[in-house]
């Protein structure tokens, strides 16, 4: 069976620099979350989209942004990395949005982000 | 305040013997879900169970239980009959639904589980 890809899956950016994160959904999924592990973390929910339109936000800064295009797939925008960016950065996609009351969320294998 | 609480940061279990893997959630939502993942050395984010705050019967998938206990806001994880494989970090979520069904997840610390030979 499909599972979420994202892109790409190790990162390594220097300080003060930008970098797009890519995550395509599960096929049929309309929705897309975002979360951030740090080393040795519990993942923190950063947002989510539904149907191309930002549905939940979390501790997202305000240096990042996200947007979900036409055919789903979503991407993270980051921007003045600093070092306390260096993460696990996961997708997930679940299918309803708003619809379902169970909405199971299904991870990709993540990104792992390193900033030097 | 932690609206997921994982009070064993560290585990070792015998193999073959059964496991139960506490968590307490805090909400005043009526409406919410109860996740449990898996996440071993290699990084993967594993889903095992789900439990809605409205199912009545405590839900199971093969070898996880979750042990729901609405008045306690308790939903432990219980491994039966535990494997090698077994061994990895388990976070238990929380989906409160008052915003809709788009809600991202609140997780727990996590429970690193070893299972010895």
Redesign the interface.
């Known amino acids: 069976a499909a599972g979420v890809i994202q892109s790409p899956r190790h990162l390594i950016k220097e300080k003060r620099e930008t970098a797009t994160l890519k995550c395509y959904p599960i096929p049929r999924h309309d ?1 897309v ?1 975002w ?1 951030q592990q740090g080393p040795g973390q ?9 149907e191309k339109m930002q ?2 936000k ?1 501790s997202i800064p305000d240096r990042f942004s996200a947007q979900q295009f036409s055919d789903y797939h979503s991407e993270l925008n980051m921007s003045s990395l600093e070092l306390g960016d260096s993460a ?1 950065y ?1 997708c ?1 996609s ?1 299918l ?12 990709g ?2 990104t ?1 982000l390193t900033v030097l | 305040a932690q609206k997921i609480t994982q009070t064993q940061p560290g585990m070792f279990v015998q193999e073959k013997e059964a496991v139960t893997l506490d968590c307490t959630y805090d909400t005043s939502d009526q409406s919410y879900g109860l996740f449990w993942y898996k996440q071993p050395s290699s990084g993967e984010m594993i889903f095992l169970i789900y439990q809605g705050s409205y199912d009545e019967q405590n839900a199971t998938e093969g070898r996880y239980s979750l042990n729901f206990q609405k008045a306690r806001k308790s939903a432990n994880l219980v491994i039966s009959a535990s494997q090698l494989g077994d061994s990895a970090m388990y976070f238990c979520a929380m989906r409160e639904e008052s915003g809709g069904g788009a809600d991202g997840l609140t997780f727990g610390k996590g429970t690193h589980l070893i299972i010895q030979p």
């Open positions: 929705t979350y979360y519990d993942p923190q929910f950063l947002i989510s989209f539904y549905s939940d979390g696990l996961f997930a679940s309803g949005g708003f619809l379902s009351s169970y909405n199971e969320q299904f991870f294998p993540g792992r």
